[in-house]
């Protein structure tokens, strides 16, 4: 069986001013001094922070990432964010696809994957977020809908450059809410033979994380689900002593 190295990421949205810089330090001190962490950290500020987080994360080994970007490299895009530019500033990585941007800026799955493959062409990783809603679920389309997504939203390049998958239900983003175990290793398990039917023993290295309601107290549980190789944490990223205790369930 193959091993990946953990991955949890924090998505602070849109959270953070200068002082949330102090969160950073709180989180990079809590990494340096106690036990070496055994999951790879990123933090996904605002664009305004992000420059002052890769730079502050560089000694404690925390990596920085966008939270979105445009499919193209530079051009007449008012308020939009380039890959490249994102890169510049220090990110590693950069999320692609949140339901917040599929549902409140109308994104699709073709635009999530152009917004991949420029990430990848600005040397960054891109995290790939899937999830169906909850009326989808209850209508036992959650397995169908997420593959279609993950089919139509996963640039071929994952063959071979380093990309991310964040399985993220919408309905237990910032609700508390969570599947079941059960619901998660099935999901994960969809996730992964749709990877190996794609890429072949490649697939089998693409971390696969989950995201939604992530929170100290249900991290261990979740992040020992087969095929759960890290997780996605949006609230509970914003306090360095939460995340800290997430990191730290791997
Ligand atoms: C997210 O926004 O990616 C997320 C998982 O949020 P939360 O942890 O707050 O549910």
């Known amino acids: 069986l193959t091993t990946i190295s953990p991955l949890i990421a924090g998505n602070w949205k849109m959270n953070g001013l200068t002082h949330s810089l102090d969160e950073m330090a709180e989180l990079a001190r809590l990494l340096t001094t106690g036990a070496a962490p055994r999951a790879i950290v990123v933090v996904?500020?605002?664009?305004?922070?992000?420059?002052?987080?890769?730079?502050?994360?560089?000694?404690?080994?925390?990596?920085?990432?966008?939270?979105?970007c445009h499919p193209q490299s530079s051009g007449a895009h008012t308020g939009d964010i380039s890959a490249s530019m994102l890169a510049d500033a220090g990110a590693q990585f950069v999320i692609v696809g949140h339901s917040e941007r599929r549902q409140l800026h109308g994104e699709t799955n073709e635009i999530v994957r152009s917004k991949a493959e420029a990430a990848i062409g600005a040397g960054l990783k891109p995290i790939i977020c899937i999830g169906e809603t909850e009326a989808e679920r209850e209508s036992g389309q959650a397995e169908h809908v997420v593959s279609g997504q993950l089919a139509a939203a996963l640039p071929d390049a994952a063959a071979q450059h380093e990309v991310v998958v964040a399985?993220?239900?919408?309905?237990?983003?910032?609700?508390?809410?969570?599947?079941?175990?059960?619901?998660?290793?099935?999901?994960?398990?969809?996730?992964?033979?749709?990877?190996?039917?794609?890429?072949?023993?490649?697939g089998e290295t693409i971390r696969i994380l989950y995201g939604g309601s992530v929170k100290p107290h249900n991290a261990r549980e979740i992040l020992n689900v087969d095929n759960v190789n890290g997780a996605l944490v949006g609230g509970a990223s914003l306090l360095a002593k939460d995340f800290y205790t997430i990191i730290s369930a791997v």
């Open 167 to 202: 399985y993220e239900p919408v309905w237990a983003i910032g609700t508390d809410r969570t599947p079941s175990l059960e619901d998660i290793a099935a999901m994960h398990t969809s996730i992964r033979t749709c990877l190996t039917e794609r890429f072949g023993e490649r």
């Open 44 to 68: 996904c500020p605002p664009a305004t922070l992000l420059a002052a987080v890769a730079a502050q994360g560089a000694s404690s080994g925390i990596l920085a990432g966008g939270q979105d």
